[in-house]
T-cell receptor
Framework: DTEVTQTPKHLVMGMTNKKSLKCEQH?????MYWYKQKAKKPPELMFV???????INESVPSRFSPECPNSSLLNLHLHALQPEDSALYLC?????????????FGPGTRLLVL | AQRVTQPEKLLSVFKGAPVELKCNYS??????LFWYVQYSRQRLQLLLR??SRESIKGFTADLNKGETSFHLKKPFAQEEDSAMYYC???????????FGTGTSLTVIP
C-alpha cells in the first residue's frame, strides 16, 4: 500500500455537530500531518505528529482536536465548527529518504459547515 | 516570514512553448525544496525533489543557492500540464513544510 487514504471524501455538518475525519497510511511513515486548504490557496499546516506524539500545533482553534491512535492512523475530531472552517482538509505522511524528508498527500476530505 | 515566494499567480502558455514557473525561497540553512502539482480534482502530488536531480513528465528544476531560486522548467508545454503548481521548502530540523502561494498554469491548445 503506497497511498495515504482519507475518509470521508465529503462531509456536511452543522455548527453543533461532532464529526471526525480519518487518515490512514501503511507505508511505515513516522510523521503525519493535517492541513487545511481553501480554494485556490496553498495548504496551511495545522498539526504534525512525529512518532505518534504531537510535535507541531500551528495555533489551531480548540474546535479542531487531533488524535494519533497508532503509527498508521490519524484522526481530526471536529466540534462546534464555524462556516469559515469549510475547506479541503488534507492529511499527509512523510519519510526521510535519500537524506530528504518527503511528504505524500491524501485526496482530502471536503468539508462544508452550514 | 514568507519563506517561499511564487510571484506568478496565473501563467498561460501555448502548447509546445517553453514554460518556467518561478520559485524563490528565504532560508539561511541548507533547504530541501520540492515542486508539488495539483491537477483538477486530484490530490496534491509530488512532482520533483531538488535532491533527486530528476526529470519528471519533462519538468526539471535546478536549485540556485546564489539566487535562492528553484524554478520549474519544461521545454515544450503540453495541455495535460495545466494544473496548480506549488513550490515547497522543508527545514532539515523538525517536520515543517512551507508552501508557496501557487501558480496556476494553463496550456492553451
Amino acid at each position: 500500500d503506497t497511498e495515504v487514504t482519507q475518509t470521508p471524501k465529503h462531509l456536511v455538518m452543522g455548527m453543533t455537530n461532532k464529526k471526525s475525519l480519518k487518515c490512514e497510511q501503511h507505508m511505515g511513515h513516522r510523521a503525519m500531518y493535517w492541513y487545511k486548504q481553501k480554494a485556490k490557496k496553498p495548504p496551511e499546516l495545522m498539526f504534525v505528529y512525529s512518532y505518534e506524539k504531537l510535535s507541531i500545533n500551528e495555533s489551531v482553534p480548540s474546535r479542531f482536536s487531533p488524535e494519533c491512535p497508532n503509527s498508521s492512523l490519524l484522526n481530526l475530531h471536529l466540534h462546534a465548527l464555524q462556516p469559515e472552517d469549510s475547506a479541503l482538509y488534507l492529511c499527509a505522511s512523510s519519510q526521510r529518504a535519500g537524506g530528504v524528508e518527503t511528504q505524500y498527500f491524501g485526496p482530502g476530505t471536503r468539508l462544508l459547515v452550514l | 516570514a514568507q519563506r517561499v515566494t511564487q510571484p506568478e499567480k496565473l501563467l498561460s502558455v501555448f502548447k509546445g512553448a517553453p514554460v518556467e514557473l518561478k520559485c524563490n525561497y528565504s532560508y539561511s540553512g541548507s533547504p530541501e525544496l520540492f515542486w508539488y502539482v495539483q491537477y483538477s480534482r486530484q490530490r496534491l502530488q509530488l512532482l520533483l525533489r531538488h535532491i533527486s536531480r530528476e526529470s519528471i513528465k519533462g519538468f526539471t528544476a535546478d536549485l540556485n543557492k546564489g539566487e535562492t531560486s528553484f524554478h520549474l522548467k519544461k521545454p515544450f508545454a503540453q495541455e495535460e500540464d495545466s494544473a496548480m503548481y506549488y513550490c515547497a521548502l522543508s527545514l532539515r530540523t523538525g517536520n515543517q513544510f512551507y508552501f508557496g502561494t501557487g501558480t496556476s498554469l494553463t496550456v492553451i491548445p
